[in-house]
């Protein structure tokens, strides 16, 4: 009887569910509907084709190769975290369909495909696969709220508020800068904390497994070469949007002399912050461009520019990360089904480790 109980009450929590991943699906859908009406009802969609067809070819071969160098850095730099358990060629996959995903859902649910597929398809035990997600993560806040701070002091050195708008960025940079070193810690006392418990035993001990693979992320030679990288990562994207934007506007007379690097970076940060939103459509379609547009159109950009601009860009762009994420994808799922396993072998040292590490835990 209870048995039954259960399993309809699993049942019923299984259909909520899936009702409200539809609900939300379909309200993302006509997020996306209503602000792209919005939009095209302020140009000709006609001229948006020609947008699309005449961007010049050789700034967006720049755009594919400053886009391809981006990938390999950001797989590098998981590389340097999980090396030890993972090739870099299967990093190189899972980062490209992480980026694909990630434009693809709403408020940046896409990034636990990351870690899905290294635990699920190519077995890399999950402590490390956090660690190096939660690293990563702040990393890229450090290096963006830092990059923020260096654009709007170039942009609006002279203006009044300009000083105030620096320090705020430099005190962002700082709070993840100092929630980070606090992670280990606070994965003990977490830890500490579930021990207690009769059933924590086991998740206690992946706590501190947790804890020591942050420890190890923060050394300081290689936090500083962390922290390098993932400014790299972030100046080589925004770079090859850069080289994007003027590829579309270069048939209109407008050149990196009217679009100078760090004002282009400022409009684009806006339009890349409204994928973390709730709110933010299927494959960003409408959230995106109408963010693009605020921003550039409160950089002087002319309307109609800026509308045209963001919605080029941001279908060239997901012409190349669709394509390459989706054969990613593909290739990591066959890669991982035929029993390629590249990260320790079942029987290997390293796995015997872990896997007497996990029992150790089990047994505490």
Known sequence: MDASRDLATTADGVARGRLRTGWRLLGSAAVSALLCFVLLRQIDPRELGRWLVRVDPQLFAVYVALSVAGLLARSYRYR??????????????????????VDLLPARVGSLSYVYLLTRR????????????VVTFFYDLFAMTLLLGTAVAVEFGRLEGAAALGA???????????AFLRLPAAARFAAGRVRRSARGARLAGRLDDLARELDGAGRRGQAAALLAISFVIRLLKFAAYWALLLGVVREHDLTAADLPFWRVFLGIAGAELSATLPIHGIAGIGTYETAWAMGFRGLGMPARVAILSGFATHLLSQLYDYSLGLL???VALAWSRGGRRVGPGIDSPTARLAADG???????
């Not at 340097?80 to 299967?90: D, N, Q």
């Not at 190519?122 to 956090?130: I, R």
């Not at 996990?358 to 505490?364: N, S």
């Open 80 to 101: 340097m975290l999980i090396g030890r358990w993972v090739g870099f060629a299967p990093l190189v996959l899972v980062t490209a369909a992480r980026n694909f995903l």
């Open 328 to 330: 990613a994808l593909a």
């Open 122 to 133: 190519f077995g890399v035990p999950l402590e490390p696969v956090l660690s190096s997600f």
């Open 168 to 178: 705020v960025a430099a005190m962002l940079g700082a709070a993840a800068l100092a």
């Open 358 to 364: 996990d029992q150790g835990h089990a047994d505490r």
